[in-house]
């Protein structure tokens, strides 16, 4: 299961920058605005982890952990507060109201992903557990070792971070874009036809003659992993 992610910030800007990099490590992001919109949404749908500012339209983010809180479906509800009020009394007040962390902006965004990854690991362990396992295929994060209905299957370094990223998401359709950000990294550039060639590496590797594709090719968008999917084997 994927991991849900509540962003609850005003501002336009950062929201899309803390979606984007949340998104290319395979988490699914929601967003909120408004306090008392999020409010209503986490009545409705309980995250993995909430990442709220101070400072919000009709509910501030302080009133908001207080409720988080009080509610039992939320009282144990990660919870990284993200505000410009640096000051140790407003640390203070944040944590005392329940925030889990507290983070200063301006702040490191690969800082930031480390907190995330590390509130998950303590609070939802199985979130971000050391065996991925989706249909038929199990894959060890730390032997790297992948197995298919208990045949081993030996893949190449990249291959395995393609096929550990899509794992992560089930059914999600990723583009070449997010794949590249999201297994080479936002700082390397190169053409997304390599995206190609390292699917059809990996489909090469899984599939055996009639055995089904895990991966989907969804035309004009991009790739999935999806266990369910009954595709013949093919070439990306």
Request: with cysteine; proline share 4%; hydrophobic share 40%.
């Amino acid at each position: 299961m994927s991991t849900r992610i509540l962003i609850v910030e005003d501002e336009e800007a950062l929201t899309l920058l803390l979606r984007y990099n949340l998104e290319a490590e395979g988490f699914i992001v929601d967003s909120a605005a408004r306090g008392d919109e999020a409010d209503l949404r986490l009545q409705e749908q309980v995250p993995d982890l909430v990442l709220l500012d101070w400072m919000l339209p009709a509910l501030s983010g302080i009133e908001l952990c207080r409720r988080i809180r009080a509610r039992r479906e939320t009282e144990r509800l990660p919870v990284i507060m993200l505000t410009a009020r640096g000051e140790e009394g407003d640390r203070i007040r944040g944590l005392g109201t329940g925030a889990d962390d507290y983070i200063v902006k301006p702040f490191s965004v690969p800082e930031l992903l480390a907190r995330v990854r590390a509130l998950l690991r303590r609070a939802k362990p199985a979130h971000v557990a050391n065996m991925l396992i989706a249909g038929d295929i199990e894959l060890d994060r730390v032997s790297h070792r992948i197995r298919r209905e208990g045949r081993e299957i030996h893949l190449g370094p990249t291959e395995f971070k393609l096929l550990e990223f899509l794992m992560q998401s089930p059914g999600r359709v990723f583009s070449r874009e997010q794949l590249l950000d999201g297994v080479w990294g936002h700082d390397v550039y190169i053409d997304e036809r390599t995206v190609d060639v390292h699917v059809g590496r990996l489909r090469k590797a899984l599939n055996r003659p009639r055995q089904s594709d895990p991966i989907r090719t969804v035309r004009g968008s991009g790739y999935s992993f999806d266990e369910m999917f009954e595709g013949e084997a093919e070439s990306a």
